[in-house]
């Protein structure tokens, strides 16, 4: 017998995946000493006490079950009060609230339930790193439409019309942006609602920033005339409440598109971590104090953070959010996968080369400003060594 062909086993479209370009930089970092990490997004601050304090207590009483699919009743019904004082947009907690496994969970679950096999979904670009291997694994097509630095990464609504054909299903939008901070502005949002009432477009808002915009008032796109009945709300504890840790977020949007969600969720995860979903209904119950306080000393830190980035040569436009700085590093003349590593392997400070958030970041880097004023300092110290070496 001829000995026979081993067969691939690896799906084709997972082989075709290119792995995440922050884990790459970060597995990098991590098994070097000393290195000061502006890569990963994560906040610096602790979960607030209360907040543990109440999934202990979850814990200690024995709540340690399955919640219902769609997450804890009360948890639901304080995410809608969430949304209904912050933004000013309804959704009935049974039927229109989905808790899951993180915002990316609910991303994921957003692009299944709607994506039909060669759909394509419109992404702005830079976008964060999820977006395009998630369309893709829903079996879409994305379809890049580019912001310039040179703009400030401001949203091109004629560009955007332009890249919508036959086979669009939606446009994912981020806002505050990661990697770029870009807020959407209100004439932005405007816009993009008649362009996606004109042709017809579902519209998936990861609006997980949102309570990290620190000028103005955010403007969520659901509350945007029109627009309700035409987006999947995507949000979460992680980033504004610092629970990274705790994979707890959740998606708002009507009812048959929730319960599509819903559906694939129930096979795929059952639901989210009870003790989790304790924590995060005591976040809203009472942790506004600590997320101004939070949002007040990113604000400090950003302005710091930019205006060295500029002294030193490195042009940056001030972020409306979220917590990166996303500075040029084309007087350099190195290319942004160049830059991040030689300053990783030179002077063990880690970036994020902007080309991994799509080509419009090439020439850039994204440096997150959630760390300690100290260690922002020192980071500093050593680009402006490294770039006076170059």
């Known amino acids: ?116 096999p060669g759909d394509e979904v419109i992404l702005i670009e830079p976008s964060f790193v999820a977006y395009e291997p998630l369309v893709v694994l829903a079996g879409g097509k994305p379809v890049a439409v580019r912001t310039s630095g040179a703009d400030r990464f401001r949203l091109d609504l004629t560009q955007l019309e332009q890249a919508v054909t036959a086979r669009t299903k939606a446009v994912i939008v981020c806002s505050p942006n990661n990697p770029t901070g870009t807020v959407l502005s209100r004439a932005e949002l405007d816009g993009l609602a008649r362009l996606a009432q004109a042709h017809d477009l579902l519209v998936i808002a990861d609006e997980i920033y949102a309570e990290l915009t620190y000028e103005g008032e955010y403007t969520s796109m659901a509350a945007v005339a029109g627009m309700r009945e035409r987006t999947i709300l995507v949000s979460g504890f992680s980033k504004g409440f610092a629970m990274t840790g705790w994979r707890l977020g959740f998606a708002a949007a009507p009812e048959e598109l929730l319960q599509a969600m819903l559906k694939i969720h129930q096979y795929a995860m059952m639901c989210a971590p009870t003790m989790a979903q304790y924590g995060a209904l005591e976040a809203l119950r009472s942790g506004e104090r600590d997320v101004a306080e939070m949002r007040n ?38 290319t942004s996968e160049q830059f991040a590593e030689r300053l990783l392997l030179e002077e063990k400070v880690a970036v994020v080369p902007g080309n991994v958030f799509g080509q419009s970041g090439e020439g850039y880097i994204r440096c997150s400003y959630a760390s300690s004023l100290e260690q922002l300092q020192e980071a500093l110290k050593r680009m402006k060594r490294f770039l006076a070496r170059l």
């Not at 907690?93 to 808790?99: F, G, I, S």
């Not at 940056?316 to 190195?334: D, E, K, M, N, R």
Request: glycine share 8%; with cysteine; hydrophobic share 40%.
């Open 1 to 116: 017998m001829k000995p026979q062909t081993r067969k691939t086993y690896v799906s084709e479209t997972v082989a075709q995946l290119k792995p995440s370009g922050i884990r790459r930089f970060f597995d990098l970092a991590s098994s070097l000493e000393g290195v000061i990490s502006l890569g990963v997004g994560e906040p610096d601050f602790v979960t607030s006490w209360s907040i543990r304090e109440a999934s202990i207590l979850a814990l200690e009483q024995g709540y340690t079950s399955y919640t219902a699919n769609a997450g804890l009743p009360e948890l639901r019904q304080e995410i809608a009060a969430y949304l209904r004082r912050k933004f000013r947009v309804e959704y009935h907690p049974e039927t229109e609230v989905l808790v899951t496994v993180g915002a990316s969970q609910a991303l994921d679950l957003a692009l299944r339930a709607i994506v039909n």
């Open 297 to 334: 000393s990113y604000r400090r830190r950003r302005n710091y953070f930019v205006a060295s980035l500029n002294e030193m040569g490195l042009p940056c436009h001030l972020p409306g959010g979220a917590f990166y700085a996303f500075p040029s590093i084309q007087p350099t003349g190195l």
